[in-house]
C-alpha cells in the first residue's frame, strides 16, 4: 500500500513539474522581445502593425514567440518555408488575439502553399451525399490545421486597408471553433452578453443576406451571406483592415467585436 501511494506520489509531483515548467516556458515566450530584424520583417510584410499602441506591439511580440514555438509551419507541393513566412503568418494571427485571453490552444500546424490549392468538399443533402473539387486560398479545420495560400497570406498581410486578409479570415474560424462549434458564436470576453452578441449578428447577418440578394454593395464581402461562421470570418476581416467603414455601416458589429477582441482599431494611427 505504502508503496502504491509513493507511485502515486511520484506521479502528481511529475505531473505537476511538467504544468509549472510548461508555464515557465509560457511566460519566458511571452515576455521576451522580437529582435530589430523580426520586427523590420514583420513592419515590411504587416504593416498594419505599424499603426498599433506602442503597448500592443510591446504584447504581440510575445504573441509571436509562443506562436512560432507552438506552430511547425509546413510547406506544401515543394514549398520551401522560410522565416519571413512563419513571421508574417504569425504576426497576422496574432494581431487577432493581441490584447485578450483567446489562444489558439488547439493549434500546432499551419500548411502552406506556394499558391491556390485544391480542395474537395463534401455536401450533405439528406441522404445524399456530393463530392466537389474546389479552388482555395486557405481553409481551417475543425482543432487545426490551417491551411493558407502564401501568395494571397502574403498579398493579404502588405494590403491593409483593402479589407480582405486570408490569414485574418482562417484564424478568425480558428477562434470560432475554441467554443466547441464553428457556427459564428466564439467564447466571448467577460461581461459580454450572449444574447446581445446573438441578437446583433443575426440581424446583421439577415440584413447582409437581403443586401446581397439584390445587389447592394456592403462593406463586408458578399461572401459572409455563405453562413454565420462566414458571415463572422468576413466581419473580422474588414473590423481591422477598414474599421471606420464597419463602424459607420454596422456599429454594433463593430461594437461586439471591438469588445471581443479588447482592441479599438478605429484609433490606431
Same mark, same amino acid.
Given at each position: 500500500m505504502l508503496i502504491f501511494f509513493a507511485i502515486l506520489l511520484l506521479i502528481a509531483a511529475a505531473l505537476g513539474y511538467r504544468y509549472w515548467s510548461k508555464k515557465q516556458t509560457r511566460r519566458a515566450l511571452l515576455d521576451t522581445p522580437l529582435s530589430d530584424a523580426q520586427h523590420k520583417t514583420i513592419e515590411d510584410l504587416v504593416p498594419i502593425v505599424r499603426r498599433m499602441?506602442?503597448? /500592443?506591439?510591446?504584447?504581440?511580440? !510575445?504573441?509571436?514567440? %509562443?506562436?512560432?514555438? #507552438?506552430?511547425?509551419?509546413?510547406?506544401?507541393?515543394?514549398?520551401?518555408?522560410?522565416?519571413?513566412?512563419?513571421?508574417?503568418?504569425?504576426?497576422?494571427?496574432?494581431?487577432?488575439?493581441?490584447?485578450?485571453?483567446?489562444?489558439?490552444?488547439?493549434?500546432?500546424?499551419?500548411?502552406?502553399?506556394?499558391?491556390a490549392f485544391k480542395s474537395r468538399q463534401r455536401r450533405h443533402s439528406g441522404y445524399v451525399v456530393t463530392e466537389q473539387e474546389v479552388v482555395r486560398t486557405?481553409?481551417?479545420?475543425?482543432?487545426?490545421?490551417?491551411?493558407?495560400?502564401?501568395?494571397?497570406?502574403?498579398?493579404?498581410?502588405?494590403?491593409?486597408?483593402?479589407?480582405?486578409?486570408?490569414?485574418?479570415?482562417?484564424?478568425?474560424?480558428?477562434?470560432?471553433? /475554441?467554443?466547441?462549434?464553428?457556427? !459564428?458564436?466564439?467564447? %466571448?470576453?467577460?461581461? #459580454?452578453?450572449?444574447?446581445?452578441?446573438?441578437?446583433?449578428?443575426?440581424?446583421?447577418?439577415?440584413?447582409h443576406l437581403r443586401a446581397v440578394e439584390t445587389g447592394h454593395q456592403t462593406v463586408i464581402d458578399?461572401?459572409?451571406?455563405?453562413?454565420?461562421?462566414?458571415?463572422?470570418?468576413?466581419?473580422?476581416?474588414?473590423?481591422?483592415?477598414?474599421p471606420q467603414a464597419l463602424k459607420s455601416d454596422v456599429p454594433e458589429v463593430y461594437e461586439q467585436l471591438s469588445k471581443l477582441f479588447r482592441l479599438d482599431p478605429v484609433g490606431w494611427i
Open positions: 499602441p506602442p503597448e /500592443l506591439r510591446a504584447g504581440l511580440d !510575445g504573441k509571436v514567440n %509562443l506562436f512560432l514555438d #507552438q506552430v511547425d509551419f509546413v510547406g506544401c507541393d515543394g514549398l520551401d518555408v522560410t522565416e519571413d513566412m512563419r513571421l508574417s503568418i504569425a504576426a497576422q494571427a496574432c494581431l487577432l488575439v493581441v490584447n485578450s485571453e483567446l489562444w489558439y490552444d488547439n493549434l500546432t500546424t499551419v500548411l502552406i502553399y506556394p499558391n486557405g481553409e481551417s479545420w475543425d482543432r487545426g490545421p490551417v491551411i493558407l495560400s502564401w501568395a494571397h497570406s502574403r498579398q493579404g498581410g502588405l494590403n491593409d486597408h483593402d479589407g480582405h486578409n486570408v490569414v485574418f479570415h482562417e484564424f478568425a474560424h480558428q477562434i470560432d471553433d /475554441l467554443s466547441g462549434r464553428t457556427n !459564428g458564436v466564439p467564447i %466571448l470576453s467577460e461581461g #459580454q452578453s450572449f444574447a446581445e452578441w446573438e441578437r446583433v449578428f443575426l440581424t446583421a447577418y439577415e440584413a458578399p461572401y459572409g451571406a455563405e453562413g454565420h461562421e462566414e458571415f463572422f470570418a468576413v466581419s473580422v476581416e474588414v473590423f481591422f483592415e477598414r
